[in-house]
């Protein structure tokens, strides 16, 4: 797995909540599940209580992308840290089901977790994906979405740290909205030069009289 594979589960575990909208789709076992994508096996161990313990561990997770987005650096790494120390992984050196034209294993790194619950497993995986992407490039990479009302999470991968924006949909949202708000500075200032040049031609009107 690639470590960019594993710091998509928290952005995957934040953006289950939208406070700005007042969305949760963190409200069932099933939805648990549906956050580990590929990884059956895990999802298989997560039961009705786990529901609680994520949406504790994606308020803590978000709370890291929200310091990381006001530059707030030592408090985002702080915070993280709490998460690794709490829910920790073992690094392993993996080939199973990867092989090479020869047949021979392609060896890559590997997080085994051992947890004692599904939220255990999930969060020691999202908090060492998202230190190490912290880690190689930087906390400025944390990004919370700019298109309000959204603020979804997201990891800037672009090569000139330009991301302001969680998807192409938002992007495209807040340019349509910053185009309308220049027309309407516009018109308003074209109606304002209007009125004050009428202003201008009474009262010369008024003086020639």
């Given amino acids: 797995m690639e470590l960019a594979y594993y710091s998509d589960y928290a952005v995957r575990l934040v953006n289950s909540e939208e406070p700005a909208r007042g969305r949760d789709t963190l409200t069932t076992v099933e939805a648990v599940r549906d956050l580990f994508g590929d990884n059956s096996s895990a999802a298989r161990r997560a039961t009705d209580a786990d529901v609680t313990r994520f949406r504790s561990v994606r308020a803590r997770l978000r709370g890291v ?6 530059g707030d650096e030592t408090l985002a790494v702080d915070l993280l840290n709490s998460l690794l120390l709490e829910f920790p992984v073992s690094p392993q050196i993996s080939g199973h089901d990867h092989r090479d034209e020869d047949g021979r294993p392609l060896w890559h790194m590997h997080l085994a977790d051992h ?3 599904a939220t255990a497993g999930y969060a020691a995986i999202a908090a060492m994906g998202l230190a190490f992407h912290l880690t190689e490039y930087g906390v400025d990479r944390l990004g919370l979405c700019e298109a309000a009302p959204c603020r979804n999470a997201y990891l800037d991968t672009s090569t000139n740290r330009s ?3 969680c998807s192409d949909r938002c992007a495209t949202r807040a340019n349509v909205a910053a185009y309308r708000a220049r027309k ?7 109606g304002s030069s209007g ?6 031609q009474r009262s010369s009107a008024s003086g020639e009289r």
């Fill in 195 to 200: 009125l004050a040049a009428e202003s201008a």
């Fill in 65 to 70: 992308f929200e310091a990381a987005d006001q």
């Fill in 163 to 165: 991301r302001r924006y």
């Fill in 184 to 190: 309407r500075l516009e018109a308003d200032r074209s």
């Fill in 115 to 117: 947890p004692s619950n």
